[in-house]
């Protein structure tokens, strides 16, 4: 079977509201090699316990009372007004499985494991971490094309859920790696409801290290006198524009995913969407230490991270997990009990 063509992706499946009105939308990534129905299907029906009674939303039948506090519920039964919209990713050859065909959001590259446990943070640069940073570009068309994929569907859905803070956005290992993208690119104006990430990492983290600790992403402090941002007056003379953390993260990963103009100077508004991270402990395909890094990296940026590990998990999510991812949503978006907009 042919790979798909670049910038093709196939239809979007969605599982519509369980109750009318349609209020609030998740759209989740799954992760390379899988499809909506291998991730996105089961996720939203995975029953986990409530955390607290004070948890329920109000709509459910009275008839729940005491007897029922640890009842199971499902995000999907949780949230009866959001719709879910699963994006399935292109069927693209992917280099690390000696060019299968696969679902993949971007053709990446191993991970590199040895130095990202080291027990130095600042200490990557060993054979593997130089590795990495040389497939890097490997990425770059098709997480550009993902990207863009997903502002797309967030607009589609903004539109029909009055404003960004009803959308939530996540994924699952490259899956959330993609979004993590998607959600630092994001130029709606407006930050999102929230993201739900598992299990994945942060793409070209090195730029972005290099950025907050005050360089420009490409090895030079800003003491080199070096501006890839500068831009010249009506004069011709150069001017080095003032730019916020935040800003120059959005700079750098534009530069890095070769797109047209490096938008503004200014904290993007999207740093506010609230951001949860989990991974598990026995991942044996992606690092736990890759995940606590880019909880720390967007901290770092400006974002509010909540990280949390699970130490039996390998590489999937649990019913804690989505328990927690629960808690999060409750205590950080601004749908009340009632799934309705505040």
């Known amino acids: 079977m042919a790979p798909d063509p670049p910038g093709y992706f196939p239809p979007v499946r969605t599982i519509p509201p369980l109750s009318l009105p349609h209020q609030q939308t998740f759209i989740l990534l799954h992760g390379r090699g899988l499809s909506w129905d291998t991730f996105g299907a089961d996720f939203i029906s995975t029953p986990f316990p409530l955390p607290l009674p004070s948890s329920l939303p109000s709509s459910l039948p009275s008839s729940v009372g005491k007897q029922e506090e640890t009842r199971l519920y499902a995000l999907r039964t949780l949230y009866p007004h959001a719709k879910f919209v699963l994006p399935v990713a292109p069927r693209q050859r992917a280099t690390i499985y000696a060019r299968s065909i696969i679902h993949q959001w971007f053709d990446g590259w191993h991970l590199s494991s040895s130095s990202l446990s080291s027990s130095s943070d600042d200490d990557d640069d060993g054979e593997e971490g130089n590795q990495e940073q040389e497939e890097e570009w490997r990425c770059i068309a098709g997480l550009r094309d993902t990207v863009a994929h997903v502002h797309e569907l967030i607009r589609a859905e903004t539109a029909l859920v009055g404003g960004t803070s009803n959308v939530v956005l996540g994924g699952l290992s490259q899956g959330c790696a993609a979004g993590l993208a998607a959600l630092l690119l994001w130029d709606g104006g407006e930050s999102l409801g929230g993201f739900l990430g598992m299990c994945g ?74 951001v949860f991270l989990g991974h598990g402990l026995a991942d044996e395909k992606v690092p736990n230490a890759r995940g606590r890094r880019a909880a720390d990296y967007l901290r770092a940026a400006g974002f509010h991270v909540e990280w949390k590990v699970y130490p039996s998990l390998g590489h999937w999510y649990s019913g804690d997990m989505l328990a927690d991812m629960a808690s999060f949503l409750t205590q950080k978006t601004h749908w009340d009990r009632d799934n309705k907009p505040s």
Request: with cysteine; proline share 4%.
């Open 201 to 274: 990492w942060l793409v070209f983290e090195r730029a972005v290290r290099g950025v907050l600790s005050g360089g420009d992403g490409y090895g030079r402090s800003d003491d080199d006198g070096y501006d890839p941002f500068e831009r010249e007056d009506e004069e011709g003379a150069a001017v080095q524009q003032e730019l916020c953390v935040e800003a120059k993260v959005v700079r750098v990963l534009r530069e890095m995913l070769e797109l047209d103009g490096y938008g503004q100077t200014c904290r993007p508004r999207s740093f506010d969407t609230p």
